[in-house]
């Protein structure tokens, strides 16, 4: 067994993952145990020639140099009328974005559809407005309820729960905060900054969260809705040389994003069953530091490189435990 098979089980075990055999007909969909985990061998880019090889089920959008380079790691595909066959169930335009690591699989199809900005329009527009945002997307009318205290977790909500309340975000942050092997962790300059491991640790954070706490479906629109208002070129890969050259705000930035927000409810699902957690959960600050040191031992893995542990007297943890609380046990309504 290789080293990196073996890192890839040891984690399993330690997060509680039940391995399934390929041969399981529950095996679902998205994940496949014959997938290819190394970059390409027709590319002209290798793992021994990149820091990249360090990193196992999660991207880091700073470790890539083009977006050659992220093509090498990830698979990307477009549909359109002329493209897909028959019996593929695509809108037009869509993009399938496929990462492999360790025999581990995950796939992000993004298909057209409603926006981030559809869906506050329809909040704030008139009765014809919120009709068409009911005919175009059931699913957001059905879940508006969970779909409204998933925002209010992803924002600083300070005119609801006073000066300093918590968000995603700062969860993020306080991760990085976290790093205790700054050698192994910041090999490249480009890692410290907001591209770096701040924007995976954010994106991975808040999709295991809304998984946990509410579903796969309900995470995986609202990740897909936000890329499709911010980044329409995601769908039909229409970019600029301009935009392929923005190593930061380009398709290499919005793809890896696209790929950790799968990353991030694999996790998410995962700890929910661990800790039998659903959306009236009641979070005490031990189960979230608990669930926040389960997602650094992930990172651990994945990005190789080591933390100190979240405590549960930490005020960060007790301040966004009650948030939690507020908003999932509560009747709080956004502003």
């Given at each position: ?86 019996n593929a169930n695509y ?206 031992s992930y990172y651990s ?35």
């Amino acid at each position: 067994m290789s080293t990196g098979r073996l890192c890839f089980l040891l984690i399993l075990i330690s997060l509680g993952i039940k391995m399934v055999s390929c041969n399981n007909a529950q095996l679902p969909d998205k994940k496949n145990c014959n997938c290819d985990s190394a970059l390409r061998s027709d590319s002209s880019f290798h793992a021994a020639d990149s820091t990249y090889k360090f990193i196992q089920g999660a991207l880091l959008a700073t470790r890539f140099k083009s977006f050659d380079e992220l093509k090498s790691v990830i698979r990307i595909d477009l549909f359109n009328d002329s493209s897909r066959a028959e019996n593929a169930n695509y809108k037009n335009p869509a993009v399938r974005i496929t990462h492999c690591s360790n025999g581990y699989e995950v796939i992000n199809v993004v298909e057209s559809g409603i926006s981030q900005g559809d869906m506050s329009k329809a909040k704030k527009g008139n009765n014809i407005d919120r009709l068409l945002f009911l005919i175009y997307s059931p699913f957001a009318v059905t879940n508006r309820v969970d779909l409204n205290k998933a925002y209010l977790l992803s924002r600083r909500m300070t005119e609801l729960f006073g000066e300093g309340d918590p968000a995603f975000y700062d969860l993020a942050q306080n991760a990085m905060k976290k790093i205790n092997t700054p050698d192994l962790a910041f090999m490249n300059v480009r890692d410290s900054s907001e591209k770096g491991y701040l924007n995976s640790f954010n994106h991975i954070t808040s999709q295991a969260f809304i998984t946990s706490c509410f579903s796969e479906e309900l995470a995986d629109f609202i990740g897909d809705s936000h890329e499709r208002y911010f980044h329409p070129e995601l769908l039909n890969g229409k970019f600029t040389e301009e935009q392929i050259r923005d190593l930061d705000n380009g398709p290499v930035d919005n793809y890896v994003d696209l790929i950790n927000n799968e990353w991030g409810q694999e996790l998410g699902k995962v700890l929910k069953e661990k800790f039998n957690i659903n959306n009236s959960t009641h979070w005490t600050p031990e189960l979230l530091s608990n669930y926040l040191n389960e997602i650094l031992s992930y990172y651990s893995w994945a990005f190789q490189i080591g933390f100190n542990p979240v405590n549960n007297k930490d005020e960060l943890v007790i301040r966004f435990s009650n948030k939690l609380n507020s908003v999932l046990l509560g009747s709080t309504e956004s502003k």
